[in-house]
């Protein structure tokens, strides 16, 4: 069964930056496309990045294009996002998702952390 | 990208069956048959329940089923049980690589 653990979540000044990390294990994560997404507490799910598999392609949503980078470490099983310029309506928990199809669709969450940004 | 849009909320009693919809545009549900179904408990991660507009992933009950008419595609709850209820959500991909999530549904089983 595949885990996804993140970690990196902290209270950042607004503009400040912040790293986090999601590390796979129990799934070929070197198959897999790796997504972020963010939920505020109580609201909704907001798609916020995905890389490709060998790390070459990357997308964003237009919230966060230029500011938030996404990438990857196969030999590590980890993936990353680089979030700077930080505002407070990027306050959220952030989760990552690994997914691959192979017949079926293979998914797997991450128990999400929680980015503050507040002075 | 705007949200899809769903009702905030959906209500049955055990045993019936319940649907909820999701409508996008033409840019998104319209133009791809890439709809998932989320099932969400409070402070927990997504689950996944749906791909692909109908098809279910392993160990997910029968229970679900997803369709596609247009720009709307709607999830089924059959037999609604107790443990059914959590917030929904859809999920499309639009395009250019990007996706986009609906505004969620809270299920209430009476």
């Known amino acids: 069964e595949g885990q996804l653990v993140e970690s990196g979540g902290d209270l950042v000044q607004p503009g400040g930056s912040l790293r986090l990390s999601c590390a796979a294990s129990?799934?070929?994560?070197?198959?897999?496309?790796m997504h972020w997404v963010r939920q505020v507490p109580g609201k909704g799910l907001i798609w916020v990045s995905r890389?490709?598999?060998?790390?070459?392609?990357?997308t964003y949503a237009d919230s966060v294009r230029g500011r938030f980078t996404i990438s990857r470490d196969n030999a590590r099983n980890t993936v990353y996002l680089e979030l700077n310029s930080l505002r407070a309506e990027d306050t959220a928990v952030y989760f990552c998702?690994?997914?691959?199809?192979?017949?079926?669709?293979?998914?797997?969450w991450g128990q999400g952390t929680l980015v503050t940004v507040s002075s | 990208q705007s949200a899809l849009t769903q009702p905030a909320s959906v209500s049955g009693s055990p045993g019936q069956s319940i649907t909820i919809s999701c409508t996008g545009t033409?840019?998104?549900?319209?133009?791809?048959?890439?709809v998932s179904w989320y099932q969400q408990y409070p402070g927990k991660a997504p689950k996944l329940i749906i791909y692909?507009?109908?098809n279910r992933p392993s160990g997910v009950s029968n229970r679900f089923s997803g369709s596609k008419s247009g720009n709307t595609a709607s999830l089924t709850i059959s037999g609604l049980q107790a443990e059914d209820e959590a917030d929904y959500y859809c999920?499309?991909?639009?395009?250019?690589?990007?996706?986009?999530f609906g505004t969620g549904t809270k299920v209430t089983v009476l």
């Open positions: 998702v690994s997914v691959r199809d192979k017949g079926s669709r293979e998914e797997y």
């Open positions: 129990g799934f070929t994560f070197i198959h897999a496309w």
């Open positions: 890389i490709s598999p060998d790390g070459a392609y990357t």
């Open positions: 033409n840019s998104d549900i319209g133009d791809y048959d890439y």
């Open positions: 692909d507009v109908n």
């Open positions: 999920h499309s991909y639009v395009g250019t690589s990007t996706y986009v």
